[in-house]
Nanobody
Framework: QVELIESGGGSVQTGGSLRLSCAAS????????IGWFRQAPGKEREFVGT????????YYANSVKGRFTISRDDAKNTVYLQMNSLMPEDTAVYYC??????????????WGQGTQVTVSS
């Protein structure tokens, strides 16, 4: 079973950058697409972006396209979410998940515990 642990969250000002990491414990990590999702206070969890199992393709929500970039290093069992030009509306708990290459949350079978990102104006 894949265990995922997010790290790299924190507090930044508008326009700042953060890089989140998602580390996996299972050696079959490379077989999974890894998605990033976020949940803001009082809102439902939403799709941010995903990277395919071999890292050849990525797909992003319109709200982060051009600002966020997902990459993976299968040798380190780690996926990264580089977030640039952060805005207050990016404030949320960010989760990574392993599953199929899709924006649908239901297709991700393993989830991390989340890491808080706070962007102040």
């Amino acid at each position: 079973q894949v265990e995922l642990i997010e790290s790299g969250g924190g507090s930044v000002q508008t326009g700042g950058s953060l890089r989140l990491s998602c580390a996996a414990s299972d050696l079959t990590f490379g077989n999974y697409a890894i998605g990033w999702f976020r949940q803001a206070p009082g809102k439902e969890r939403e799709f941010v972006g995903t990277i395919s199992s071999r890292g050849s393709t990525t797909y992003y929500a319109n709200s982060v396209k051009g600002r966020f970039t997902i990459s993976r290093d299968d040798a380190k069992n780690t996926v990264y979410l580089q977030m640039n030009s952060l805005m207050p509306e990016d404030t949320a708990v960010y989760y990574c998940a392993a599953g199929e290459y899709t924006p649908r949350q239901q297709s991700y079978h393993y989830w991390g515990q989340g890491t808080q990102v706070t962007v102040s104006s």
